[in-house]
């Protein structure tokens, strides 16, 4: 499990979290709150975060992709890239951001502020908030497999600081491909999970309407994941959710924020990437069976044919 | 290991030109249809043997397996699951093996769609990792022949970030400058395919195979697209320019020896000496003219014998 220094408010909520037993119950609630239609989304804290913010439009080969927001900004006095992945808040909106799920050119976009941040050895932050990765014919022929590997490993190997943030609900592939940072942090009230619900109770319980069964099973909350290693902290919300108070929410995010990339600034680039490889490297559940009972050498000796 | 009675491939129909095999024809090529070359699916350990030099390869991570992290339940328990899955046969979605190729040393990563569906969980994770950290310790490329329906559902988030862990092991190997190579067989859909299995530095696909981030069924349900038949497969991959050649599996093996012999480095020499170099270089050019003298006698001679030289056959010895 990561390092699990950070404010002491942190940590306190955390250990709260870590001690209650989730329930299904629980984490349906945490699911609704996590998509609730007025919780704050990047662009909402990177207007309170960083009053100066320039957006970057396109990825050069194909297009702009409205679900990814991407851009640098000035932050505690220093350069900073910020990637995150928008919804709409009205029907409108919502078309033009497809929901937050991006397309293979908003993954690219990404990269494309990744390698700045990596020219200029400024940090990340990402914001990930996205129901998954946008599946459509013309995702898939222009590589949408291939785009959210290869932005995993641009992240993985950039040099600076770098910090994942899920403010709403990080849902499979399309939420990892911002999320192979130093520190993944998770809002009390946000959820990170292998399939949006809906997703996984059409695929195991082949009915889509079994979406509260499928979360009761997946425990995605942010205690779970923090508990699992999956998270390194929880970060408080106000009372009653985000929505409830985003300058509030704003201002605990940029207390966490603030002091990790501080902290993790003081170590030298190949300590830091070290760490950020091993940080992945451990996460896991597996166990292994005493050696003289397992297969060991193989040598074709298993050959069923 | 006990042998099944049947395997999945025994005695059966060629669904796309109804040729029916026996058991022992359709093994001895490969699961391929002899008739049509439809490819049927193969067990991990099954490609092994007949891809290794000898049938011969020894297992890495074998001694990996599943837990019960969320203590899961769909229409049946997790570890009930594992259980059915392990009696076909295999241990785990995945079996990584060192093993030569056409006389090239090699690790191979080869997932098995029977076992789970070939899903990536946290043993697949590790053990596509211990692949990893085996070949960056004996300098030897890592190739991975991968099927899959994507993350294990059954593992949550767990299984989701065996996906960053498969590309912390890229990023190791590289590191050490060695090659990854894949091969894409039927189905190599989801996680899988968005995170190692598209970072192939040569990616290979078995004709027909079905290469998705998402499946056709999801994105018809979704978007109420109406996707072309071959939507995802091999040939339409390599045509949007996603893989570098559809390869029968027959011809897998050898093919990826000669791949590994064009990438193989000459073995590495120790940095010399400006002193080495310089009398290196002296011996080398008396070398070369000491070289050169018999082609130089040989030119002074024709011109004294003049054209009677002139007249003698290729390959005539002096």
Known sequence: MGPRRGPRFVRRIADRLTHAEVEGGDSWEAIQLAR?????????????????????????????DAAIVAGIGRYHGRPIAVIGHQKGRDAQDRAFRNFGMPGPEGYRKGMRLMELAAKMEMPLITLIDTPGAFPGANAEENGQGGAIARSMLTMLRLPAPTVAVVIGEGSSGGALALGVADRVVMLENATYSVISPEGAAAILWRD??????????FKPTAANCYRWGIADAVVPEPEGGAHTDPDEAARLLDGYLSRTLRELGALPIPE???????????????????PDSATLMSQGADRTG | MPRPARLPGDDRQCPRCKSHFRAE???????VCAACDHHFPIGARERLDNMADGGVWTEIGGELRATDPLRFVDLQPYPDRLRSAEAKGNTEAIVCAELALDGQR???????????GGSMGSVVGERFAK???????????????????GARMQEGVLA????????????????????????????????????FA????????EPGALIAFSGPRVIEQTTREKLPEDFGLSERQLVHGHVDAVVDRRQLAARLGRLLAILEQPPREAPQSLATQLAQNGTERAASMARALPQLSRRLRDRVMGEQSQTRRPGDRW
């Not at chain 2, 692949?131 to 329906?149: N, Q, Y």
């Not at chain 2, 989701?160 to 060695?178: F, P």
């Open chain 1, 36 to 64: 609730h239609q007025d919780r704050p989304y990047p662009l909402d804290y990177i207007s309170r975060l960083m009053p100066d913010f320039e957006e970057i439009h396109g990825d050069r080969l194909q297009g702009d």
């Open chain 1, 208 to 217: 889509a309407g079994k979406a509260k069964l499928a979360a009761a099973a």
């Open chain 1, 272 to 290: 830091r990437r070290r760490i950020r490889r091993e940080r992945f490297r451990r996460i896991g559940a597996h166990r292994e069976l005493p």
């Open chain 2, 25 to 31: 024809e359709i093994r001895r090529n490969q699961f």
């Open chain 2, 106 to 116: 090699c690790v191979a990563a080869v997932m098995d769609f029977g076992f789970l």
């Open chain 2, 131 to 149: 692949a990893a950290d085996h070949a960056v310790a004996r300098g030897i490329p890592l190739i991975s022949i991968t099927s899959s329906g």
């Open chain 2, 160 to 195: 989701l970030m065996q996906m960053a862990k498969t590309i912390v092991s890229l990023d190791e190997l590289h590191d050490a400058g060695l090659p990854f190579i894949v091969v894409l067989t039927h189905p190599t859909t989801g996680g899988v395919w968005a995170s």
């Open chain 2, 198 to 205: 598209s970072l192939g530095d040569v990616t290979y696909a």
